[in-house]
């Protein structure tokens, strides 16, 4: 059983230990991100991290939030930071984070709610669950991250549900 709760700061290092697991740049990437966001206070309906957390051992078992792309445009959203933890997944836990989050960014008049991922293998898990939720490839950046590696955007249309 698990639950979710908004991320704090005092979650840092295990939501990094994730992140970090999957993919050292993007752990030390998402490190630097929530010092500086809890620092400048930001955590907000628009802005926000939240953490899945296993209700027997109370270890955190992944991390997802939302934000607004830096232009800050009205009904548009981008997904933040979706990790699960190695042994958590596969048991509902990313289905579950997915669901929260595309359930509040609805209630903020989202049109559209965008994830940037990866082509690589490793990915494809995320991107399978992406898919099943609805969302769909609307841009891809060939070999951006290497050679063979292509910057994938997906977007899911909340203005029919």
Do not use: C
């Not at 966001?37 to 939302?66: C, K, L, M, Y």
């Not at 969302?135 to 290497?146: I, M, N, P, S, T």
């Not at 292509?150 to 909340?158: A, N, R, S, V």
């Amino acid at each position: 059983m698990f639950s979710i709760r908004t991320m704090t700061s005092a979650d840092i290092d295990a939501v990094v230990a994730i992140i970090r697991s999957h993919e050292e740049e993007d752990g030390r990437l998402a490190e630097s991100y929530y010092h500086e966001f809890f620092e400048s206070g930001e955590q907000s309906p628009r802005q926000h991290n939240v953490v899945a957390v296993a209700g027997d051992t109370g270890e955190i078992a992944g991390v997802a939030g939302w934000y607004p792309d830096k232009y800050d445009w009205p009904g548009i959203l981008w997904l933040n930071w979706f990790y699960v933890r190695e042994p958590h997944r596969g048991h509902g836990v990313g289905t579950m984070l997915l669901q929260h989050v595309i359930e509040n960014v609805q209630r903020l008049n989202t049109h559209k709610l965008y994830v940037d991922t990866s082509s690589d293998a490793a990915y494809g898990n995320a991107v399978r669950l992406y898919q099943r939720f609805g969302f769909k490839e609307e841009g891809r950046l060939v070999d951006y991250y290497e050679i063979g590696e292509d910057f994938l955007i997906l977007g899911l249309d909340l203005s029919n549900p």
